[in-house]
């Protein structure tokens, strides 16, 4: 096997089993491996620590497959799948049905992979070189789950071009379903576009919020920022909101929202094109209010090096969101950047508040929904932050 060996001192993170190695940690390859090469990774004394994906062009030149000597085939990768898969069956037999995350990279030990199931569709993204590496493997072990007809394809990632590669989409395996593609989750009826869309079509790591957003929206005004295919929307209308106004940038998502709610014959909602930042500085120069209000923005930060400037827009949305409540009302508020870890978003919302006035109390700390795991060694696996913030009287 080729090899990579690190330079003196850099392989305690390995040792504290954290599946990435970076560029400035080698001190050189033997072996001359190219970009999805297995190789295995050995301290300065030559003492082996793990087998890893090589990638020649990414800052994370290794990424871990695993931490004993062993080869890595087909049989490896199938194995992993059917772990992952069977990590879940708990979860798809109490209420998430087979609408949920499959395989989350480094976190089930199939780094740069990440596969959702919608019914009997999984859509698969691949997004580092051991991936790409192994597409024929992954998808094989993917399509012969119990209920699976199609294996689609949606590896175009911006992070692909950080590893080198182009993007890739299409089918893979089976027959490609009807697009959008009809599921059900907590009650409500989605259209998804797997051909298309972010992430895989849907965000399935805002399903258990989702729900606890729909348990705070009786009664309530509730406004819905960035509301993509109307998500968060659509669960405050069944959750029995007064009036719901739902803002996106995108037309077509918002075609989307609206065909959704049709399909599940929700009350109306006014669902609003446009600028987040410059539509809540409107309704605040406007005089508007509500009671609940939902703050879902893209990621600001991919990374930490993007952490500064990610911080002034989330405490500019958030400082405005604060503006819009009533006393009593509840803002839920999220970030997606791995580069702003849990303490900072915190911090930020924190002083968003402060700015805003009000007194702010957190009544709920939100996260992915456990489809998603964190490995306990990779802390940047919990990208998904979120807090419910109730305002004094």
């Known amino acids: 096997m080729k090899k990579l060996i690190l330079k003196p001192g850099r392989e305690k993170s390995l040792k504290r089993r954290h599946p990435w190695v970076f560029s400035g940690a080698i001190a050189r390859a033997e072996g001359e491996p190219k970009a999805g090469d297995t190789v295995a990774v050995h301290a300065a004394d030559g003492t082996f620590l793990a087998v890893a994906a090589y990638s020649p062009q990414s800052q994370i030149r290794a990424r871990v497959w695993d931490w004993r000597e062993r080869d890595i085939d087909d049989g490896f990768l199938a194995g992993r799948v059917a772990q992952a898969v069977h990590a879940r069956a708990a979860l798809a037999a109490g209420g998430a049905g087979d609408?949920?995350?499959l395989i989350h990279g480094e976190?089930?030990?199939?780094?740069?992979?990440?596969a959702d199931r919608y019914g009997d569709m999984v859509v698969l993204q691949l997004l580092s070189t051991g991936a790409e590496r192994w597409r024929g493997a992954i998808a094989d072990a993917l399509a012969a789950l119990p209920g699976v007809r199609c294996v689609w394809e949606r590896s175009d990632a911006d992070v692909r071009a950080l590893e080198g590669l182009e993007p890739q989409t299409g089918l893979l395996r089976g027959a490609a379903p009807a697009?959008?593609?009809?599921?059900?989750?907590?009650?409500?009826?989605?259209?998804?576009g797997f051909e298309s869309g972010h992430k895989t079509g849907f965000y399935l790591d805002q399903r258990d919020n989702r729900l606890r957003v729909r348990a705070l929206a009786a009664g309530c005004d509730a406004l819905d920022c960035f509301c993509y295919s109307g998500g968060f929307a659509l669960n405050m209308l069944k959750g029995g909101a007064k009036s719901v106004t739902a803002v996106d940038s995108s037309a077509d998502a918002l075609a989307q929202a609206r065909r959704h709610a049709e399909l599940n014959q929700l009350p109306a909602a006014e669902w609003l094109e446009g600028d987040v930042f410059q539509t809540l500085r409107r309704f605040r120069d406007q005089g508007k209010s509500f009671d609940l209000i939902v703050l879902d923005p893209p990621k600001f930060a991919p990374t930490a090096a993007h952490a500064e400037k990610a911080a002034r827009a989330y405490k500019d949305i958030n400082l405005l969101g604060f503006k819009l409540l009533r006393p009593g009302g509840a803002l839920a508020t999220f970030?997606?950047?791995?580069?702003?870890?849990?303490?900072?978003?915190?911090?930020?919302?924190?002083?968003?508040?402060?700015?805003?006035?009000?007194?702010?109390?957190?009544?709920?700390?939100?996260?992915?929904?456990?489809?998603?795991?964190?490995?306990?060694?990779?802390?940047?696996?919990?990208?998904?932050?979120?807090?419910?913030?109730?305002?004094?009287?």
């Open 107 to 114: 976190s089930d030990g199939l780094p740069g992979v990440i």
């Open 335 to 393: 970030s997606c950047s791995g580069g702003v870890s849990a303490d900072l978003f915190q911090k930020i919302v924190a002083g968003a508040a402060l700015d805003a006035g009000v007194e702010a109390r957190i009544t709920d700390w939100l996260h992915a929904a456990a489809d998603h795991p964190v490995a306990l060694p990779f802390p940047e696996g919990e990208y998904l932050k979120g807090l419910v913030c109730r305002v004094s009287v």
């Open 179 to 192: 697009s959008p593609h009809a599921v059900i989750e907590h009650g409500i009826k989605y259209e998804i």
């Open 99 to 101: 609408v949920l995350r």
